[in-house]
């Protein structure tokens, strides 16, 4: 079964830090592209980012909300996705997902999602 | 950025009903349109991606239509299972945004 699970959230103090894994199942990581999209309490989806595969040397964009604090990161060798999230603050409390970029396009795996929830 | 607007926001229907949700685009993004469900407490579900083709294994009474700036979601005959939130997405450009969500209820 082609699988995503999220993990890594938590309660964190605003300015803090916390490192959210993405680990695959089903499937070969290292030909697809991944995503990051969030999606605060009661809100719509929100995208964060995404990393390209190594054909396309990993390259990464971010939302302009995000960039400079997050950053995405992969390990094929461990079928795992990274999203580094740093200078924590309380908008960023939101359900995060990974999401694989689909053969095609669009986002046709999701992850069940991990909390972040930045608070004092 | 490019801006998308769906509308409904919400709408009430009744099993067997046809819903119609419609989604545009701030500019033209030819078919780089996706549409995805979501169910309360759960990760989105990918239904359709450019615009019209149905992602593997969705029901065929889910239907997208549209190009350029205007897209619809089409649900013939809907049922039980397909109360839930609907999201359109552009992948045309970065970064790729997603309309607010369109909520469809039981009447």
């Known amino acids: 079964e082609v699988q995503l699970v999220e993990s890594g959230g938590g309660l964190v103090q605003p300015g803090g830090s916390l490192k959210l894994s993405c680990a695959a199942s089903g499937f070969t990581l290292s030909g697809s592209s991944m995503h990051w999209v969030r999606q605060a309490s009661g809100k719509g989806l929100e995208w964060v980012g995404r990393i390209r595969s190594k054909t396309s040397n990993y390259a990464t964009e971010y939302a302009a909300s995000v960039k400079g604090r997050f950053t995405i990161s992969r390990d094929d060798s461990k079928n795992t996705a990274y999203l580094q999230v740093n200078s924590l603050k309380a908008e960023d409390t939101a359900v995060y997902y990974c999401?694989?970029?689909?053969?095609?396009?669009?986002?046709?795996?999701w992850g069940q999602g991990t909390t972040v929830t930045v608070s004092s | 950025d490019i801006q998308m607007t769906q509308s409904p926001s919400s709408l009430s229907a009744s099993v067997g009903d046809r819903v119609t949700i419609t989604c545009r685009a701030s500019q033209s993004i030819g078919s780089y349109l996706n549409w995805y469900q979501q169910k309360a407490e759960k990760a989105p579900k990918f239904l359709i991606y450019?615009?019209?083709s149905l992602q593997s294994g969705v029901p065929s009474r889910f239907s997208g239509s549209g190009s350029g700036t205007d897209f619809t979601l089409t649900i013939i005959s809907l049922q039980p299972e397909d109360f839930a939130t609907y999201y359109c997405?552009?992948?045309?450009?970065?970064?790729?945004?997603f309309g607010q969500g369109t909520k469809v209820e039981i009447k």
């Open positions: 997405q552009q992948s045309y450009t970065t970064p790729p945004t």
């Open positions: 999401a694989r970029h689909g053969p095609w396009d669009g986002l046709d795996v």
């Open positions: 450019a615009a019209s």
